[in-house]
Structure formats: C-alpha cells, structure tokens
C-alpha cells in the first residue's frame, strides 16, 4: 500500500512538472508575464486533476488537500517561463517544447487518472473516461486561457489516444504488475503522440 501511494506521488509531481513547463512555454508565446505564467502553470497543472476529483466527489480536491502540486508549479513554470522566453521565436522550438511536455503530462495525467478513479471504487469503463477528463483537461484550459483553440478539438486522436492507452492500462493490470502495465502505457501514449508531433505533415503548420 505504501509503495502505491509513493508511486503515485511521484507521479502526480512528475506530471505537475511537465504540464506546467508546457503553460509557462505558452504563456511566453502569447506574451504573458510572470504572474501570468506562475498563474496559467497553476491552473494547467491542477485542471483536469479538479475535474475528475469533482466528479468522483472527491473533495476538497488533490491539491487543496497536498500542496505539494502547487508548490511544484509554480516555481517549474516560472523557471520555464524565463527559459521560453530566451528562445528565439519563429522557428517553431517554442511550440515543440510544448507539444513534447504536453505528451509526458497527458500520459501520466490519464494513468494516475485512472488509478484514482478505480481506488475510488469506479467502475472499469468510466475509469478509463475519468482518466482521458484528468489528462486532457488541464490542457484544455491552458488553451482557452491563452485564446488557442484546444489540442482535443483540433487533433482528432489526441484524446482517443489518451482513452485508447487507458483501455491498454486496463488490459494489461489484469495480466501483470502493476508498475510494468503503467509503464507500457504510458510509452504507448507518449510515443504515439510524439510520433504525432514529429510527422512531416506536420512540420509547416507549427506557431512560433
């Protein structure tokens, strides 16, 4: 019990980290300054998270019960706000960076997700929902935030992606430890969304 709980800590603040680098990155591109930046890593980091907790009635939420997740990003996303912003901008690294920290948040964001949803007694399929709503939300936000119109609404596997890695997650818990199916998981939906990124479909269509 205890090593679960330690996994997903760790976790949660790995995902925290880099949901927040991808606001400050986008906070920078669209000239916020640093409270802006501190404020949009904030609400990205902890979004879909406060999404899923509302919906389960899990409350007060995640973050008000540990602050940890927004002590982690804050600073991350003012470190990463300084780091964007010396970034020379039209040539497409800002919004690669920012897909790239998407993809690690939006993989781990769907697993601990799902691993919350089903502690809470959740039933299989809608855990796999919850989990695509903790991973996709935060994102989402970011977006509108910032006047974007939102990843989900523009690529159409994005959030497929995330409710096809956590139907993988679901298969796999069943047939092996539970680190080793996290993992092929959260590969499965990292790399495939890389891969996505990386298209040369894709190459002359980025913001700078």
Known sequence: M??????????TVLATTAMAVSAAIQA??????LFGAAFL????????GTMRDLLIGNQPVFWLQDQIYVFTAVPVGMVAFFLAEKLEAGLGRRKLLLNLTDAV???LFTLIGMRIALTAGISP????????ITGIGGGILRDIICGE????????????????????????????????????????ILLVRVWLVFRPMNMGKKKP
Do not use: H, W
């Open 2 to 11: 205890f090593e679960n709980v330690t996994l997903l800590l760790v976790l």
């Open 28 to 33: 920078a591109r669209n000239d916020f300054d």
């Open 41 to 48: 890593a904030v609400i990205t980091a902890v979004g879909g």
């Open 105 to 107: 948040g939006l993989a």
């Open 125 to 132: 399929v809608m855990a796999v929902f919850l989990g695509c």
């Open 149 to 188: 119109t939102p990843l989900v609404l523009k690529t159409d596997i994005y959030a497929t992606l995330s409710l096809a890695g956590g139907g993988l997650y679901l298969l796999l818990r069943g047939t092996m430890e539970e680190q080793m199916s996290l993992l092929i998981a959260f590969l499965f």
